[in-house]
């Protein structure tokens, strides 16, 4: 048969009948081309929320990461997706204490946090595993001072995402149901954001519904709603 690239495939999914939600996990940042960034501006039901992991705000730790990419293409990248999709909800992957990390690569990381900010991220430290290159890099940080990073990387990402989803206060939200117990329900935003909201137990939902919830409050890592009739 002919080639088909991944947008063209999301573009075909998007046509199945009665299809709401669609959504991708993730793309490598030298892989996401403007074909798929416009996915984003056309179809409805893709959902506003993608990942793109970066691992470093440092060129010079990505060259030493062999990522292929510098800070200036995932900032490119990162603008064209908001002006494809401007209420996108952009998480990513933090390598924090990569060989050879100054404290300065850390301050870029940190700088590309505050400027992108994130609605999340998966943050980890940096060790070594049995077959891979890194492991043969000099430079190699010291325990505790991986932790360090960590602990102020993760503390702002914290901070920023909670102020992302406070933005969400006061909006009606459709919810894809997830769970549904006796006198509460949890489920899913567009954006991939979790959502917990009480029910009266006369009310039949089920997972796998979609119901409108208007958000009350926020915290870092899920929102908080009231159903709406």
């Not at 990387?153 to 909006?171: A, C, M, P, T, V």
């Not at 009310?203 to 009231?226: C, W, Y």
Request: net charge neutral; hydrophobic share 35%.
């Amino acid at each position: 048969g002919l080639p088909c690239s991944f947008s063209m495939l999301l573009r075909q999914v998007a046509q199945v009948d009665g299809l709401k939600r669609l959504r991708f996990t993730t793309s490598h940042p030298k892989d996401l081309s403007d074909e798929l960034i416009s996915c984003f501006a056309e179809l409805d039901n893709l959902c506003p929320q993608f990942h793109l992991p970066v691992q470093s705000g440092s060129d010079a730790v990505l060259r030493r990461m062999n990522r292929k990419y510098t800070i200036t293409d995932y900032r490119l990248k990162v603008e064209k997706l908001l002006n494809a999709r401007p209420d996108l909800a952009l998480t990513t992957d933090i390598i924090v204490g990569f060989p050879g990390e100054t404290d300065n690569d850390f301050q870029k990381t940190l700088d590309l946090l505050e400027d992108i900010r994130f609605h999340g991220s998966f943050s980890f430290k940096y060790s070594d595993r049995p077959g891979i290159k890194a492991s043969h890099l000099d430079g190699k940080i010291e325990e505790h001072v991986k932790g360090e990073r960590l602990q102020i990387f993760q503390k702002r990402q914290d901070g920023i995402s909670l102020e992302r989803n406070k933005e969400y206060i006061g909006k009606t939200l459709l919810i894809l149901v997830e769970s549904a117990d006796y006198n509460k329900l949890a489920g899913r935003t567009a954006t991939n954001h979790i959502v917990h909201a009480e029910r009266s137990p006369s009310q039949v939902i089920q997972p796998g519904e979609f119901v409108k919830a208007l958000i009350t409050s926020a915290g870092n890592h899920s929102l908080k709603a009231d159903l709406l009739p």
